[in-house]
RNA sequence: GGGCGGUUAGCUCAGCUGGUAAGAGCGCCUCCCUUACAAGGAGGAGGUCGUUGGUUCGAGUCCAAUACCGCCCACCA
C-alpha cells in the first residue's frame, strides 16, 4: 500500500534517474544514428546558459520549469524534442569571484599575472560548477545532458573565433577610440546595457565662465559635476541666445587652470534650461562628445583609468575624481568664480555590476558597427519570420533596434574569450585569424603580441543556439536541429541577449536563430518587490524544495506566472500546490485500491451512468481547452484549469460517485474502475509537464496495477513511462455532450441545495432523511440518479419519494428549489414556520428579482441583435426563474395553509 | 521626455476569443478525524472589478481621458 501523504523525497531522484537511464531526455530522433529520418519534426530550445558558478534562484526555478513544460508537451505530441542545456562563463561576475578570493588571500589578479590567474578561474569553475547544474537536475529538468555545453569549450571557443573573424573580414567589427563607459573600480570598459541610470540626489553647482580679455564679462554656466570643468573643451550657447550672443566667437578662461577655450553656438543647447549656457568636456560627456565632434574641438581627458585626474587637470593631477571636485570648487569659490548650488536630482550612471559611478571616457576599444546587423533582426520580426510573446514586447524591441548605437565588446578582463587580433611588433599591423598565427601576416615578423583584452561575454552568449549545436561546421545536429524552435526568457534580457542573438544568428547562419520568443517576467516577493538578501525577503529555492517538493515548486511558478508579467511568489502558494500534488496522489491511491478488486472481464457492453458521461464529456472539454490555451501559451491558464477539473470534478464529484457505483454489481463496477482510470490517466498525462515527479510516480503504479487486472484486456498496453506516453488527443464535442452536462448539473444543484439546508438547520451530519421530489420533466432522471443523491447528499434511499406532479404538497416539510425540481425534506420539527415562510420569502424575491431582470432584457433591443443562441439561453433561464417562482409561491400557499 | 505593465473579496492573485447579476488560494465563521486525502470533506460570510466618459443589444474584458503604484528606454547641463 502506498504511502498516505505523498513522499517526494523518496521519489524525485528515483525518478529522474529512471529517466535519464532509458535516455528519455534523448531526441528520439538522433541525427547521429543510424534510423534517423530528417522528415520528423523537431521542437528545440537551448537553455539560457546560467552562470557557470552560480547558484540555483527562483528565476531560474521559473525559467527551467518553464522550459521543461514546453518540452514535456512536446515531446507527448510526438516531436523529436532536444533541449540543449548548458552554462555560462558569465565575465565579469565569476572574474570578480576570484579576485575576491585573491583579494582575501592579500593577492591580486595582477600580482599573480595572467597565466597563473587564469589557472585559478578554471580551477574555481572546476569546483563550483557541478552545483547549478546538480540543482538543475533537482527541478526535473529534462534536458538532454550529453550534449551539454560551456561558452567557454572548445567547440564555442571556435564558434566565437569564427563569429569575430567574419564581422571583421566584412568589416562589421572596428577598433579606434570613442567616448565609452568605464568603470575605475572593474578597470574595464562595459557597454551602454551594462549601465543602469539611478536617479539620486546631487546639486547643481553654478559658476562664472569668464571671457577673456575682460574683467567683468562672463557667461553663466551649470553642472552636475564640476571637477569635469579641467576637461572643458568650449562653453556653449545657443546661436539666437540674445543674452549671450556678442560673446560667441570670443574666447572663454578655464577656471583656476586659466585654459583658453572657445565659445561656440551649438541648436543642442536649451536656452531654458539652467543659465542658458553649457560648458563642453567632449573627453567626459556623451552629448559634449557629439558636440566636440561638430565643432573640432579639442578632447581633453582629464580622468585616468582609476579615476584620477590627469595632467591635464594641473594643480589637481593625481587627486581622486570626488576629492577634485571638493577642491576645484573650494578654489573657484576662494576666486569668486561660484555664483550658487542648489540640491538636484539627476541620473547618475552607475555600474550594473558593483554598482559604482561610471565615467564616461575616451579609451580605444573594440566595436561591432550594429546598424547591418539591426536592419536584418528588425526586419526578421517585422515581417513574422520570429514572433515574440507577448506581442506588446515587439514594440519594445523596435524601438531599441532602431536606436541602436555601435556595441563596445572589448573588455579588459582575463576571463572571457581573448580577441583574436595580433599586432605586429615590427611594421605596426594587425594579423586576425581563425587559427593562432605564429608570425605577422604583413611582414612576417614573429615579433607579435595578441590584444590582450577579451570580449563580452554576450558576444558568445549571442552565438548560443547555434554554436552549441556544432556551427560553424555542419554537424549533423546543426543541420537537423538549427534553426531552434522556442526562445524562453526573461524580458529583463531582451536587449542583451535575445536581440544579439537574433543578430549574430541572421548574420552568421543566414537564418533566424528560432522561431518564437517567450518572454517571462521577474519572480518577485509576494509583496511584489525585488528579492534581495539585503532585504531579507530572498526566498531559497532549495528550502522550498526540501520542504514541499519540486511539483509543488513547479506548479507554483507555472501557474502562476502570465507571459511578460511579473510572478509574485508566497510560500503559502506552494503550500497550497502541495497540498494539490497530495490530492493527485490521494485520488491515485483510491483508484489503485479499486484496481485491485477488479472483477473479471464484464459480461455485458458498457452501460455508462450518468456520472461516468459526464466526467468523460468534462474531460474532453478541458483537453480542448488545455490545447487551445498551450497554442496560445498560456501556460498558466492551462494548468490551473486542469487542477480545477481534478480537484473540482474528478475528486469531488466523480470519484464520490464511484464509490457507490462500485457496490452495484460487477459489470457496474468494472466499467466504473475504467473510467476512473482511464480519467487518472489522462489527467496525470495533461498534468505531466507542471509536475513531471507526482505524476510520473503514480503513473508507473497505476500502469502496473492496469497490467496485473482484468483492465488490461480493454486498456490495452501503455507507454513505458508517462515521459513518453502520448498526449490527450482532442475529438470534436459530440451530441450527447451537452444534455449529460446539463443532467449533471442539476443533480449537482439538487445535492448543493440540500447539502446547504441540511448545514443550516443543523441536521446532524450521517444523519439520513427522507426527501420527496417532483418535476415534471426531469423525474425519470432523478429515477435514476436516486442512488447518487441518496450519497451525496445523505438521504434514506428507501424513503425517496418521485413524483413527475404533485398536487397536494406534503405537510410539514422544508420545501426547496433545485432548478425545475421541487424537493420537500420532513425537517419541519427542526424548522420555525415564521423562518421557514420568511426563508421562501426571500427566495421568492430573488427569483422575481431575476424575472424582472431578464423580461427586460428580453424585452429591449437584446433578443433582436444579439445572437440567437445567447438570447435562447437567457429565454430558458426566465422560463426556470418563472417556473421556480410559481413553485416557491405554491409552497408558501401551502406553509400558510398548514398553520 | 517617450513607452509599457498593474489597479478585481481582509491578503496574494486568475479572469485567455466582450455574452449577462464576478472566480481561486490563503484568512475568517459553522459542522464533520465517514474505510483516497484533516496537506481533508460539507456549508457560509465577503467585491458598485481605481475614477470619468465612450463604443456596443451587452464591458472586469474594447476605446479615450485621468489618478496612484511599478518597470523599461532616453544625451537636458
Known amino acids: 500500500m502506498l504511502p498516505k501523504t505523498y513522499d517526494f523525497e523518496s521519489t524525485e531522484r528515483r525518478i529522474y534517474q529512471m529517466w535519464e537511464e532509458n535516455g528519455y531526455f534523448k531526441p528520439f530522433n538522433d541525427p547521429n544514428e543510424e534510423d534517423f529520418d530528417p522528415e520528423i519534426e523537431n521542437y528545440v530550445i537551448s537553455i539560457p546558459p546560467p552562470n557557470v558558478t552560480g547558484k540555483l534562484h527562483l528565476g531560474h526555478v521559473l525559467f527551467v520549469s518553464m522550459e521543461d513544460l514546453m518540452i514535456r508537451y512536446h515531446r507527448m505530441k510526438g516531436y523529436s524534442t532536444l533541449w540543449v542545456p548548458g552554462t555560462d562563463h558569465a565575465g565579469i561576475a565569476t572574474q570578480l569571484q576570484v579576485e575576491k578570493q585573491l583579494q582575501k588571500e592579500g593577492t591580486s589578479r595582477r600580482e599573480i599575472g595572467r597565466d597563473a590567474f587564469l589557472k585559478r578561474m578554471w580551477q574555481w569553475k572546476d569546483d563550483h560548477s557541478g552545483l547549478i547544474k546538480e540543482q538543475i537536475r533537482r527541478l526535473g529538468a529534462s534536458c538532454d545532458w550529453d550534449r551539454e555545453r560551456f561558452t567557454m569549450d572548445e567547440g564555442l571557443s571556435n564558434a566565437v573565433r569564427e563569429a569575430f573573424v567574419h564581422l571583421y573580414e566584412k568589416g562589421l567589427i572596428y577598433r579606434g577610440p570613442r567616448l565609452i563607459n568605464w568603470s575605475p573600480a572593474l578597470q574595464t570598459a562595459v557597454s551602454d546595457l551594462e549601465v543602469e541610470h539611478e536617479e539620486e540626489k546631487g546639486k547643481l553647482y553654478y559658476f562664472k565662465y569668464r571671457i577673456a580679455g575682460s574683467e567683468d564679462d562672463y557667461i553663466p554656466v551649470a553642472t552636475t559635476r564640476p571637477e569635469t570643468i579641467l576637461g572643458d573643451a568650449a562653453v556653449a550657447v545657443h ?16 577656471p583656476i587652470l586659466n585654459r583658453e577655450i572657445p565659445v561656440i553656438a551649438d541648436e543642442y543647447v536649451d536656452l531654458e534650461f ?28 582629464m580622468l585616468d583609468k582609476a579615476g584620477k585626474v590627469t595632467a591635464v587637470g594641473g594643480p589637481y593631477q593625481g587627486q581622486d575624481r570626488f576629492e577634485a571636485r571638493e577642491n576645484l570648487w573650494e578654489d573657484m569659490r576662494q576666486e569668486g568664480l561660484v ?62 533596434m532602431e536606436n541602436i548605437h555601435d556595441w563596445c565588446i572589448s573588455r579588459q578582463l582575463w576571463w572571457g574569450h581573448r580577441i583574436p587580433v595580433w599586432y605586429c611588433d615590427e611594421c605596426g599591423e594587425r594579423t586576425v585569424k581563425r587559427q593562432d598565427p605564429t608570425v605577422c601576416e604583413h611582414c612576417g615578423s614573429e615579433t607579435i603580441h595578441q590584444d590582450p583584452d577579451v570580449l563580452d561575454t554576450w558576444f558568445s552568449s549571442g552565438l548560443w543556439p547555434f554554436s552549441t549545436l556544432g556551427w560553424p561546421e555542419e554537424t549533423p545536429d546543426y543541420k537537423y536541429f538549427y534553426p531552434t524552435t522556442m526562445m524562453e526568457t526573461g524580458y529583463d534580457i531582451l536587449f542583451f541577449w535575445v536581440a544579439r542573438m537574433i543578430m549574430m544568428g541572421l548574420e552568421l547562419t543566414g537564418k533566424k536563430p528560432f522561431s518564437t520568443v517567450y518572454l517571462h517576467g ?31 515548486l513547479r506548479f507554483t511558478m507555472l501557474v502562476g506566472s502570465t507571459p511578460g508579467n511579473n510572478t509574485n511568489l508566497s510560500l503559502k502558494k506552494v503550500e497550497a500546490n502541495r497540498n494539490f500534488a497530495n490530492k493527485v496522489w490521494n485520488a491515485g491511491r483510491f483508484v489503485l485500491s479499486a484496481i485491485q478488486d477488479t472483477p473479471s472481464s464484464p459480461q455485458s457492453p458498457p452501460e455508462w451512468t450518468l ?25 498558466g491558464v492551462a494548468g490551473r484549469q486542469i487542477y480545477d477539473f481534478f480537484w473540482g470534478d474528478y475528486a469531488d464529484w466523480y470519484l464520490e460517485i464511484a464509490k457507490e457505483q462500485l457496490d452495484q454489481g460487477e459489470d457496474r463496477a468494472y466499467y466504473t474502475i475504467e473510467t476512473l482510470v482511464r480519467v487518472l490517466d489522462m489527467c496525470l498525462r495533461l498534468l505531466h509537464p507542471f509536475t513531471p515527479y507526482v505524476t510520473e510516480e503514480l503513473w508507473q ?33 459530440e451530441g450527447w455532450e451537452a444534455e449529460t452536462m446539463e443532467h449533471f448539473n442539476l443533480i449537482q444543484e439538487i445535492v448543493r441545495t440540500i447539502r446547504n439546508v441540511r448545514a443550516e438547520k443543523n441536521v ?55 432548478g425545475p425540481v421541487e424537493i420537500y425534506l420532513p425537517l419541519a420539527d427542526l424548522v420555525d414556520p415564521e423562518e421557514e415562510y420568511k426563508r421562501l420569502l426571500g427566495e421568492l424575491k430573488e427569483a422575481e428579482g431575476h424575472i424582472d431582470r431578464l423580461e427586460e432584457l428580453l424585452a429591449g433591443p437584446f433578443s433582436e441583435k444579439a445572437p ?14 418563472r417556473e421556480k417562482a410559481r413553485t416557491i409561491q405554491e409552497q408558501i400557499e401551502m406553509l400558510k395553509g398548514s398553520s
Open 339 to 400: 555664483l550658487k548650488e542648489e540640491p538636484y536630482v539627476h541620473q547618475v550612471p552607475r555600474a550594473q555590476r558593483g554598482g559604482e559611478i561610471i565615467e564616461p571616457m575616451v579609451s580605444t576599444q573594440w566595436f561591432v558597427e550594429i546598424q547591418p546587423l539591426a536592419e536584418k533582426a528588425l526586419a526578421a520580426v517585422k515581417n513574422g519570420e520570429i514572433e515574440i510573446v507577448p506581442e506588446r514586447f515587439e514594440k519594445v524591441y523596435y524601438n531599441w
Open 868 to 881: 440567437q443562441e445567447i438570447v435562447g439561453k437567457e429565454r430558458d433561464k426566465l422560463e426556470d426563474y
Open 701 to 733: 503504479h497505476l500502469k502496473d496495477a492496469v497490467m496485473h487486472s482484468p483492465l488490461q484486456e480493454r486498456l490495452g498496453a501503455w507507454e513505458d513511462a508517462l515521459i513518453i506516453a502520448p498526449w490527450p488527443e482532442t475529438r470534436p464535442e
Open 239 to 254: 546661436p539666437d541666445d540674445e543674452r549671450f550672443q556678442k560673446f560667441i566667437g570670443q574666447t572663454a578662461l578655464v
Open 522 to 552: 521577474l519572480v518577485m516577493d509576494e509583496k511584489g518587490q525585488k528579492m534581495s538578501k539585503t532585504k531579507g525577503n530572498a526566498i531559497d529555492p532549495i528550502e522550498v524544495m526540501d520542504e514541499m517538493g519540486t511539483d509543488a
Open 611 to 635: 456520472a461516468d458521461s459526464w466526467i468523460w464529456a468534462r474531460l474532453q472539454d478541458l483537453i480542448r481547452e488545455v490545447e487551445r490555451l498551450f497554442q496560445n501559451h498560456q501556460y
Open 764 to 818: 446532524q451530519d450521517g444523519q439520513l432523511i427522507p426527501a420527496t421530489f417532483a418535476s415534471a420533466e426531469y423525474s425519470p432522471i432523478l429515477e435514476n440518479q436516486k442512488t447518487v443523491l441518496a450519497a451525496l447528499a445523505q438521504l434514506d434511499k428507501e424513503k425517496i419519494s418521485i413524483y413527475t406532479n404533485l398536487a397536494e404538497k406534503p405537510e410539514g416539510h422544508v420545501a426547496l428549489v433545485a
Open 274 to 301: 539652467g543659465t542658458g549656457a553649457l560648458k563642453i568636456t567632449p573627453g567626459h560627456d556623451p552629448n559634449d562628445y557629439e558636440i566636440g565632434m561638430r565643432h573640432g574641438l579639442e578632447i581633453y581627458s
